[in-house]
Structure formats: C-alpha cells, structure tokens
C-alpha cells in the first residue's frame, strides 16, 4: 500500500507546493491514500515564522477538502502538542480526520525556546524533548509521533540518546501511538535521522512502525519511500497502514486488512 500522511505545503512558509500539486503528485505516483498534515498554528502565531499563519487555516482546511481523487484525500494537522493548549487541539481534532504531533521545540528554563535543527539541543533539552513527546503521546489526540528521534539532528547517539529510544518506545506501547520512521531526514542528507541506533533500541520494545516521507515539496512527496521501506524491513518492522473509519483515520498491521 502506498500512502503518506505527513505532508506539508506552501502554508506552512518553510514548504512550496500548493495542496493540488501534492494530490497530482499522489495521483501520478499511485498513491492508496494521502493525508495532509500542516504545521498547526497557536492562535497567538506562536513559532508564527515556521507555522501556518493562524489566519490561513480555514483556507488550508477547504483546499484539502476540495480535493476529489481516485483515492481518499485525508485533512490533518502536525501539532506541537503543549498540555496547556490541550482543549485547542482537542476541538480541532473534532473537525479534522487526524492529528500527529513532532516535538521541534522545547522550553527552556530561562523561557527560551530551543530547536534540534539549528542550534542543537543540549542534555537538558533532550529530557524536556522526552517529556513533551511522551505529553503528546499521553494527550490521546495523535495518531502517531512523528520523527521521534529528531532531537538527534545536532547529537552523537550516547546513553542519553539510548534512553530516549527506550522511554519513547515504550510510551508508545503504553499509549498505542506509533512512532514514525520519517524519510526527511534522509533528504536533509545531515544524517541524524532516521538514526539506525536509535531505532534498533525502539525494536526491542515494538515491531511496528509508521513510514512519512514529511515532504514539503511536491516532487519529495515519494522520493524517500523506497529508502524508508528499505530501513524499516532491514530492521524487520511491520509497517501499518491507514484505514479511514467513520472519518477517522486509524492504523493497522498490513494483514489485519
Ligand atoms: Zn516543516
Ligand atoms: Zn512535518
């Protein structure tokens, strides 16, 4: 089955294609299923330089709607899950198919935020980068975790790291929410994920996995498919797959279908 359901667009400021573009693309490709998962805006525009303005998602939320295909075409958000703004993404999952969550931000004490892609995380920031991916995991609106080990972008693979792999893996069992094996990553061609290590440590806990290709551009949304497949079955994982019921969306093991 061919799909993703983490796929980005112009919305977001820090992609280019509109959402047409990417369902063309789908259409082209053979895609079974394709959901849309912009970077969800705060309603005060909080990371407004790397987000969907708040302004704009009634318009992102009718392009996707708009869209007609041969194949189910599914509206979601990526959401930087914080507790505090649990009953704004509640509703918004009451009127979306889907959420998931990345953590790419992460409170310092001082009040700073601080991000794995340009300055890198330090030890503090790696526990707090696990507290909030396990907050998401916990919050029970998410579908499954996008690039769990993301915080790796900037960081050697050491103990701190092995414990990630661990807690949130076992998280994920504890809460039935999938990690991501995201193929991004392998385009940034910065290395630090999808880390091998990392996910060797997640195979101990589950065998199951979900593959995003994350694309921010039309022409990356198949691009890193093959890799992602190649690095998931070399790991032995099982791959879920989407199945849309009564508008939402759920994941099961390719032979429970
Ligand atoms: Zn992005
Ligand atoms: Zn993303």
């Not at 414990?163 to 995201?182: D, G, H």
């Not at 199951?208 to 949304?221: E, Q």
């Not at 497949?229 to 032979?255: N, Q």
Request: charged share 25%; with cysteine.
């Amino acid at each position: 089955m061919l799909y993703n359901l983490h796929t980005h667009s112009f919305y977001c400021g820090h992609g280019t294609g509109r959402i047409s573009d990417y369902a063309d693309e789908a259409q082209e490709k053979g895609f079974d299923v394709l959901g849309f998962s912009e970077h969800c805006p705060f309603p005060d525009d909080l990371f407004g330089k790397t987000r969907m303005a708040y302004s704009s998602m009634p318009s992102y939320e009718a392009d996707v709607r708009a869209e007609k295909r041969p194949f189910p075409v599914l509206l979601g958000y990526e959401i930087d899950y914080l507790k505090t703004m649990h009953g704004y993404f509640a509703d918004l999952l009451g009127r979306v198919n889907y959420l998931i969550a990345g953590v790419h931000f992460v409170e310092r004490p001082d009040g700073d935020w601080a991000t794995p892609f340009s300055t890198g995380f330090d030890d503090g920031d790696v526990s707090r980068y696990i507290d909030r991916a396990i907050d998401a995991m916990q919050s029970g609106l998410i579908s499954f975790l996008a690039h769990p080990d993301v915080f790796l972008c900037k960081r050697p693979f050491d103990s701190l790291a092995r414990t990630a792999a661990r807690e949130l893996s076992a998280a994920s069992l504890e809460y039935s929410v999938p990690l991501e094996i995201n193929g991004n990553g392998i385009l940034k061609g910065k290395g630090g994920y999808p880390h091998p290590l990392f996910w060797e440590e997640v195979r101990r806990n589950t065998d199951i996995a979900v593959l995003s290709t994350d694309a921010h551009n039309p022409a990356h949304l198949h691009k890193t498919i093959g890799d992602i497949r190649k690095f998931a079955s070399e790991l032995d994982f099982t791959v879920l797959e989407p199945a849309i019921d009564d508008c939402r969306l759920t994941l099961r093991r390719e032979t429970e279908s």
